[in-house]
């Protein structure tokens, strides 16, 4: 019988194989609230998903990022579904972008995987161990913050406002002292931060049961990463959003710069 990982390794290949196949193609637009949109290539990658997940693990609840809710609210075990993370990316072909689905079993995610449809990558994790796949072959994700490159979220909302503001993070002259920016949108980036490609992530946001960060946060939980909240209380806690670090130093580092601009006039 297959494991849940491998269920969810299996659902997150079948749906990078559907956007890889309609990249650069004519795209309908499915409008959203705030100015957001689907595709219909985040439609029919969901439904490959789901697809899986349902024909593997009949029984369990599900939330698509498009589809919604499935199955009872307080059910044990729910499937978390993001189809194409960085559809704004996708959709003016840039080949930034994410394939996520992970399994939450009560307040743990004990399976999660992430595709990167364009490398033939899936960064994959049981809950224990956490590994990238290309092709057939696994080699454990290391973190390491020797690239000095930090990923920040700039999307909406930003619930912490205007004590924390991401925008403002980068032009920090701290910061800039120490690492290097980068904006992606796409969770992909919270991936390479497990995997060694980047020194650390960073959002605003309230993320419990996000179909966009569930996956990534469990790979780099597995990994040996440092997950916090912004002001590194316990995740899903206070005022929310994420820190996701390669090693407590640059953990560290982050939370004083945080500290720093919060408490700036």
């Not at 390794?9 to 689907?38: C, E, I, Q, W």
């Not at 993070?169 to 992909?188: H, K, M, N, Q, W």
């Amino acid at each position: 019988m297959e494991t849940d990982a491998q269920v969810a390794v299996r659902a997150a290949r079948a749906g990078a194989a559907v956007v890889r196949d309609m990249y650069g193609t004519s795209l309908a637009r499915f409008g959203k609230s705030g100015g957001d949109f689907a595709t219909s290539a985040d439609l029919a990658a969901e439904k490959a998903i789901l697809d899986v997940i349902r024909a593997a693990r009949p029984d369990d609840a599900v939330t698509g990022e498009e589809s919604g809710r499935a199955g009872p609210d307080d059910a044990d075990r729910r499937w978390l579904v993001d189809p194409l993370c960085g559809t704004l990316n996708y959709a003016v072909r840039s080949m930034l972008v994410a394939v996520n689905v992970a399994l939450r079993a009560g307040p743990a995610t004990v399976a999660a995987a992430s595709a990167d449809p364009f490398n033939d990558e899936v960064f994959w994790t049981d809950g224990v161990r956490a590994h990238v796949r290309t092709g057939g072959t696994d080699a454990p994700l290391v973190p390491s913050a020797s690239s000095n490159l930090v990923d920040v979220n700039l999307d909406p909302p930003f619930p912490n406002a205007p004590g924390f503001r991401a925008a403002n993070l980068l032009a920090d002259e701290g910061f800039a002292a120490r690492f290097r920016p980068r904006v992606v949108s796409t969770t992909l980036a919270v991936a390479w931060v497990a995997a060694g490609r980047r020194a650390a992530y960073v959002t605003d946001g309230h993320l419990r049961d996000s179909v966009h960060f569930a996956a990534g946060i469990a790979l780099c939980r597995a990994a040996g990463c440092v997950v916090t909240g912004i002001h590194g209380q316990p995740l899903h806690t206070g005022p929310g959003g994420l820190i996701a670090a390669a090693d407590p130093e640059t953990h560290s580092a982050l939370l004083e710069l945080i500290g720093t601009l919060r408490n700036s006039p």
